[in-house]
C-alpha cells in the first residue's frame, strides 16, 4: 500500500537512546533483534515482578518501558542476584556470568570480579547481573563457547554486546513451532547469531515459553495472547 509504514525495523529515537529492532530468519527460528544505543547508560535496567509473577507486557507498562524482555528467574540455584542497584542474594563473591554498571554502560563478564556483590555494588562496579545457566556465557572475549548445552531448539532470550558503552543487543527467538514454523534455536546458535552482529560478548537468558520481547506497548513474538508470567526483566524507559 502506497505511503503505508514498513513492519520491520521497528524504531525509536530521543535525544540518549536510539532502538532498531529487527525481525530475521536465522537457522531454524524466528529472530526479534533489538540493537540499542544509548548514552545515558542508567535507562537500561533489570527488576524482579511485582508481587508474585508477571508477564512481561504487564511488566512493561508497570515500568512504562519503551523495551522489555523477560530476564533470568530467580531460583535457589540461579547464583547471586542484583537488580537495579539492590543486592537480593550474595553467596560472598561474583557468581554471575553477566554484570551491567549503570554508570558506565559495560555488560560484561562477572565471574572475572574479585569480591562479594555487595562490596561490588556500594563501590559502584555494578548495578545488575544476569545470572540464567550461571556456568557459561555463549561467547567470552569474541571466542564462542562450545556446544556444552546440547542441540535441543526452543524459544530463547539472550543479550550481548561488542564492548562498548551503551551499545547492546536484546534479542527473542520463537521456537517449538510456537509461530506454525520456527523449531528454535540451540544455544550454540545464539551466540553463532550475535557473532553476526560483532558482539564480542554473550549470554542466555530465561528461554521456552518465557521468551517474550514487548516493545512500545506491543509484544513483537509468537508468545502474543498467551503470554507466561515470569519474575525477572530487562527494560529500557
Given amino acids: 500500500n502506497v505511503g503505508k509504514k514498513p513492519d520491520w525495523p521497528k524504531t525509536y529515537e530521543d535525544e540518549t537512546g536510539?532502538?532498531?529492532?529487527?525481525?530475521?530468519?536465522?537457522?531454524?527460528?524466528?529472530?526479534?533483534?533489538?540493537?540499542?544505543?544509548?548514552?545515558?547508560?542508567?535507562r537500561l535496567k533489570s527488576t524482579t515482578c511485582s508481587g508474585g509473577n508477571e508477564t512481561t507486557s504487564a511488566a512493561a507498562e508497570r515500568l512504562e518501558a519503551i523495551l522489555t524482555i523477560n530476564g533470568d528467574y530467580s531460583s535457589d540455584h540461579s547464583g547471586g542476584i542484583v537488580r537495579n542497584g539492590k543486592v537480593l542474594r550474595d553467596?560472598?563473591?561474583?557468581?554471575a556470568p553477566g554484570v551491567y554498571n549503570q554508570s558506565t554502560g559495560i555488560l560484561e563478564y562477572g565471574k572475572k570480579l574479585n569480591?562479594?556483590?555487595?562490596?561490588?555494588?556500594?563501590?559502584?562496579?555494578?548495578?545488575?547481573?544476569?545470572?540464567?545457566c550461571k556456568e557459561s556465557v555463549y561467547i567470552n572475549n569474541g571466542?564462542?563457547?562450545?556446544?556444552?548445552?546440547?542441540?535441543?531448539?526452543?524459544?530463547?532470550?539472550?543479550?550481548?554486546?561488542?564492548?562498548?558503552?551503551?551499545?547492546?543487543?536484546?534479542?527473542?527467538?520463537?521456537?517449538r513451532y510456537n509461530d506454525g514454523?520456527?523449531?528454535?534455536?540451540?544455544?550454540?546458535?545464539?551466540?553463532?547469531?550475535?557473532?553476526?552482529?560483532?558482539?564480542?560478548?554473550?549470554?542466555?537468558?530465561?528461554?521456552?515459553?518465557?521468551?517474550?520481547?514487548?516493545?512500545?506497548?506491543?509484544?513483537?513474538?509468537?508468545?502474543?495472547?498467551?503470554?507466561?508470567?515470569?519474575?525477572?526483566?530487562?527494560?529500557?524507559?
Fill in 143 to 175: 571466542v564462542l563457547a562450545s556446544n556444552r548445552w546440547g542441540d535441543s531448539r526452543a524459544q530463547r532470550t539472550f543479550m550481548g554486546t561488542n564492548g562498548k558503552a551503551g551499545d547492546i543487543w536484546l534479542c527473542v527467538s520463537d521456537g
Fill in 181 to 237: 514454523e520456527s523449531a528454535g534455536l540451540t544455544y550454540l546458535e545464539c551466540g553463532q547469531y550475535l557473532q553476526t552482529k560483532g558482539c564480542t560478548f554473550a549470554l542466555p537468558l530465561d528461554g521456552g515459553g518465557s521468551s517474550t520481547m514487548v516493545f512500545e506497548g506491543e509484544v513483537l513474538n509468537a508468545e502474543k495472547g498467551h503470554e507466561r508470567a515470569v519474575v525477572d526483566f530487562v527494560y529500557f524507559r
Fill in 115 to 132: 569480591g562479594s556483590l555487595t562490596s561490588l555494588v556500594n563501590s559502584g562496579r555494578i548495578t545488575d547481573t544476569f545470572n540464567f
Fill in 91 to 95: 553467596h560472598g563473591y561474583c557468581d
Fill in 18 to 42: 536510539k532502538i532498531t529492532i529487527i525481525k530475521e530468519w536465522y537457522k531454524n527460528a524466528g529472530v526479534y533483534a533489538a540493537h540499542i544505543e544509548f548514552s545515558d547508560y542508567d
